[in-house]
Structures are given as C-alpha cells and as structure tokens.
C-alpha cells in the first residue's frame, strides 16, 4: 500500500537515506528504529510528501507520493510546526479546513483528555503540551496511513501513556501505522512489525511474532544486537 | 483555494492591524486638527496618513516575500505542504492574497482621503463651497471623461499589474534559492541577487517595447507584456516547487 522502492534522498554530499527498499501493508503496525541520523525521519517526510526522492520511487497505492496520497496520509513530524499565531482551537478549524478525514468531535475528545483548553496558543506551550497537541490533531484524522516521528520524544510518563492510549484507539485493522522512537521497550506490545535502519540504509524488517517465536528475542535485545549495545 | 487564500490573510493580520491603528491615530490627530483649527496636528495628522498609506501599502508586498520565504525555510512550511493542494494552488493563493490586499487597502485609503478631504472642506469652507468645489470637479471630469476614464483605468491596472510582476519575481528568487541553493551559505544574498537580475532583465525586456501612437497603446501593451511576465514567472516557480522543493 505504502512502498518505497531502492529510494535514495541526498542533501549536498551527504546521503540521508540510502537505496531503501520498504512495503507496508493496511492494518498493521510498524516501528521504523534506529538511531538518530539513520534516515527514519528523512523516509517518513518522502512518504509524507515533503521531501523528493533523489532517486527510486515512493508510492502510495500504487501512484507516487502526491496530492492524492495527501488526502490520506497523516504525518505528525517531531517538531513543532503549527503557525505562532494560531491557538489549540485554531489548529483544529486548520486541519478541519483541509483534511476530508478530520472530526472536530475527536479532536475535542483528545484535547480534553489531554488537559489542552482551546484558547492556549500554540507559542506557548511546553514541550509535553505541543507533542499532545500534535497527536492529537494528528490522530484525530480517520487516516490511511499514520506517520508519527519520535510521538514520545521528550514528554513525562504520564502524557506518555496518554499519547500511546491515543495511538492504540487508532489501531483498527485498516490503517497503517508507523512509529519511530527510541523507547523500545514501549512498542512491545502495541506493534506488528520492527523495520531497523542504520546509517541510512534499512538493515532488517521482522515481524514481532517471528521475533519472539522464531528468533527468541525481544525488540529491545534485537536492537542492542544490530546497534552494538 | 479559498481556504489557503483565508490562512493567506491570517498570515499577514497581525501587520494589518498594526497599519489600521496606526492610520486611526493619525486619522484622530487630523480630526482634532480639523475641529480645533490647529493647523500643526491638521498637518501631521496628513503626514501621518500619507506616511500609512505609502508605507502600507509598500508593506504588504514585502511581507508577502519575508513570508514566502518563511513558509520555505522554516518548519511552518509544513502546515501548507502537507495539506493536500498543488504547489500551483499554494502560489496562486500568495500572489491572489497579494493582490487583494493591495486592492482594498488601497480602496480604503482611497476613500478615507476623498472623506477627509470632504470634512476638512465642510469645516473650514462650509458646505456651500464643497457643494461648489464638487460641481466644478464634475465639470472638469465631465470634460475629459472620454479621455480619462481610459487613462485612469490603464494607469491603474499598470501600477498594479507592475506590483503584482515584482512580488512574483521575488517568490521566483525565494524558490530558487530554497530549491538549487538549499542549505548553502549565503542562500539569502543569493536570493537577492537573483531578484535583482530578474528584475533588470525585465526591465530590460520592458525597454525593448516599441513607442506606439498613444501614451495608452504604449501603456496597454506595458501591461499586456506585465501580464504574460506574471504569468510565466507564475508557472516557472509552481513548476519548480513541484519538481524540485524539499521542505
């Protein structure tokens, strides 16, 4: 459904990510792993649409990467992107305005549920309010494909559970959804699939049960083993 | 592309309030010049309405590139990018933003110096002698109406379709220089000197227009070579985003 074929991004000289050859199929969930620099956020903005490929194809059932894979692929991105002079509900009416998929309903429920109140402006919030804003407007899509980079990046254990409570809602048997992160140990239990890349190439994809059954390890003992911990 | 044209305007609100508060202040120290027959704040307050006027309007065409740039090169550039609209629909609605900004701004100044000017009279003079003043203004227009009727419509529709030619070739500049000369040292010089040779060569290409019979055959056909610039610079930069812009 979402497939990238021996892509390649390059910036300048350097190679951000490397003849990556990657499938994902509806109603699965991935964990795209890997340390920083190794070219998961540089694939997710390719699939988004943000980035050209330098080379390859990226494509979206069947079509490259474009205004039609827009209409159905929800890329939340680390940082924080939302204009300055928008408020919580402001961010909302934007994405209502372009995105067929967005409920204003559900993004009220998930503001709510994560202490976020409609007039806070985006300018304002703290690092932990921004990532639940984030999930929330992002998730709050009935998307295709989910694309989140590092959803758990720098926020408490608390806003933690609620984001992966969120993520967890959203799993449904149809969407695609892929995460990166560097906390392991938390995808255990809610993904399908681990897909590993190391200095810009993808070393590996398993899937957890063949992890588990026929390897005999976890995620984590997995990622100590291809990253040398 | 009305929504993107809307958050088009919203981008720019904050510098539009700025410009209305400043021209109510000027509007208020006119107004009590006017009233109080103080001929220093009558004056400052023209000086400051002129000063808004040219400078707000001048305003609006820069901050449309600063923004332009802004929607490029910072991680905002994300909110437009992902939205599912062609990068055709995301430059038209910038350069449509533009251009009606430009418009109303310039109606509403228009109008308030036609207002001002009509209270200063009926202050001062008494309204017998605007009614006066009034007539002989139509008069005067009703004598030359066949002429400048022409005149003005293509003086107007030449200022703005040369405003609207620089704005596009600024958004041209920004696009090169955040596409072939993304992540390079001194992008922004680069950018604005990309401007500038865009802008002389038009000028260039502007020169090279023969004189025709008429001051408005020779400004018809400025305008219709304004417009087909606009247009394909138009193009040149959607199709470059679309082939070439990582955000």
Redesign the interface.
């Known amino acids: 459904m979402l497939a990238s074929n021996a892509v390649t991004k390059k910036?300048?000289r350097k190679t951000a990510v490397d003849s990556v050859s990657i499938s994902l199929e509806k109603g699965r969930v991935y964990a795209l792993l890997g340390p920083n620099g190794s070219g998961k956020t540089t694939w997710m903005k390719m699939a988004?649409?943000?980035?050209?490929p330098t080379s390859g194809t990226m494509t979206y059932k069947g079509k490259p990467i474009g205004?039609?894979s827009?209409?159905e692929i929800a890329?939340m991105?680390t940082?924080?992107?939302?204009?300055?002079?928008m408020t919580v509900k402001d961010v909302g009416k934007?994405y209502q305005?372009?995105?067929a998929d967005f409920s204003m309903d559900r993004f009220q429920e998930l503001i709510a549920r994560m202490d976020l109140t409609n007039d806070l402006k985006t300018k304002a919030l703290s690092s932990g309010m921004m990532a639940k804003l984030k999930i929330a407007v992002t998730m709050a899509r009935k998307a295709k494909v989910y694309l989140l980079d590092e959803p758990l990046n720098g926020i408490d254990l608390l806003a933690r559970d609620e984001i992966m409570k969120t993520i967890r809602e959203s799993i449904d048997g149809e969407a695609i959804i892929l995460l990166s992160t560097h906390l392991v140990d938390e995808l255990e239990d809610v993904v399908d699939d681990v897909i590993f890349m190391k200095n810009s190439v993808m070393v590996g994809q398993w899937t957890v049960d063949d992890l588990h059954n026929n390897l005999q390890t976890s995620v984590a003992d997995k990622y100590r083993q291809i990253y040398g911990m | 592309m009305t929504k993107l044209i809307k958050y088009e305007f919203k981008k720019s609100m904050f510098t539009k309030y700025v410009l209305i508060v400043a021209t109510l202040v000027a509007q208020l120290v006119f107004m009590f010049g006017v009233l109080s027959e103080k001929d220093t704040s009558m004056t400052w307050g023209i000086v400051g309405l002129v000063l808004c006027a040219i400078v707000g309007t001048s305003f609006i065409g820069i901050e449309s590139i600063l923004t332009m740039h802004q929607d490029l090169n910072t991680k905002q550039s994300y909110m437009l990018f992902l939205t599912p609209r062609s990068t055709y629909q995301i430059l038209g609605a910038k350069v449509l933003q533009n251009g009606l900004s430009l418009l109303i701004v310039g109606a509403i100044f228009g109008i308030l110096a036609i207002a001002d000017f009509s209270f200063m009279v009926i202050k001062l003079d008494g309204l017998e002698e605007l009614l006066d003043f009034a007539q002989m203004m139509l008069k005067q227009i009703n004598m030359e109406i066949t002429i400048t009727r022409q005149e003005v419509f293509l003086g107007l529709f030449g200022a703005i379709s040369s405003w609207m030619n620089m704005i596009t070739n600024g958004y041209l500049a920004i696009v090169i220089s955040a596409t072939f000369f993304a992540g390079r040292k001194f992008s922004g010089l680069i950018s604005f000197l990309i401007y500038i040779v865009l802008v002389i060569a038009e000028g260039r290409i502007l020169s090279l227009l023969p004189e025709m019979a008429t001051v408005d055959a020779t400004l018809a056909l400025m305008i219709g070579v304004n417009v087909v610039m606009i247009i394909v610079i138009y193009f040149v930069t959607g199709w470059i985003m679309e082939k070439k812009l990582n955000v």
């Open positions: 910036f300048l988004a649409g943000l980035l050209l205004i039609e827009k209409k890329y991105s940082e924080p992107y939302f204009y300055n002079w934007y305005d372009f995105f």
